[in-house]
């Protein structure tokens, strides 16, 4: 089994900043891809940043130039969402999404979410 656990979400003002981490435990090694998805009330969950294993980050159109997305490991097993210049539009609860795992030598073509964790932004 594998957990992925956010940390990070809060409350902070226009233009502040915030830096949101996701650890995964259990059986894994490393992960293909993690990423950062986020869902606002009464919108549909929409990619933030992807990270994949081999360094390769693509980001959404609205947090391009704001939003970084980086591994905090060699193992690819935690990713950092460094926040800046943040809107109110950014307010959502923001998950953590990994998938392609490796373990013990062996790949599982499995995907994983997190539980969320709430970011606010508001004056």
Same mark, same amino acid.
């Not at 995964?24 to 992807?50: C, K």
């Not at 373990?103 to 499995?110: A, K, L, R």
């Given at each position: =089994?594998? *957990? #992925? +656990?956010?940390?990070? &979400?809060? #409350?902070? !003002?226009?233009?502040g900043? %915030?830096? %949101?981490?996701?650890?995964?435990? &259990?059986? /894994?090694?490393?992960? *293909?891809g993690?990423?950062?998805? $986020? !869902?606002?009330?009464?919108? =549909? $969950?929409?990619?933030?940043?992807?990270?994949? $294993?081999?360094?390769?980050? /693509?980001?959404? *159109?609205? +947090?391009? &130039?704001?939003?970084?997305?980086?591994?905090?490991?060699?193992?690819?097993?935690? +990713? +950092? %969402?460094?926040? *800046?210049? %943040?809107?109110?539009?950014?307010?959502?609860?923001?998950?953590?999404?990994?998938?392609?795992?490796?373990?013990?030598?062996?790949?599982?073509?499995?995907?994983?979410w &997190?539980?969320?964790? !709430?970011?606010?932004?508001?004056?």
């Amino acid at each position: =089994q594998v *957990n #992925l +656990v956010e940390s990070g &979400g809060g #409350l902070v !003002q226009p233009g502040g900043s %915030l830096r %949101l981490a996701c650890v995964a435990s &259990g059986n /894994i090694d490393r992960f *293909n891809g993690m990423a950062w998805y $986020r !869902q606002a009330p009464g919108t =549909q $969950r929409e990619l933030v940043a992807h990270l994949s $294993r081999g360094g390769s980050a /693509i980001y959404g *159109n609205s +947090v391009k &130039g704001r939003f970084t997305i980086s591994s905090d490991d060699d193992a690819k097993s935690t +990713v +950092v %969402l460094q926040m *800046n210049s %943040l809107k109110p539009e950014d307010t959502a609860v923001y998950f953590c999404v990994a998938n392609g795992r490796w373990y013990d030598g062996s790949f599982f073509n499995d995907q994983y979410w &997190g539980q969320g964790t !709430q970011v606010t932004v508001s004056s």
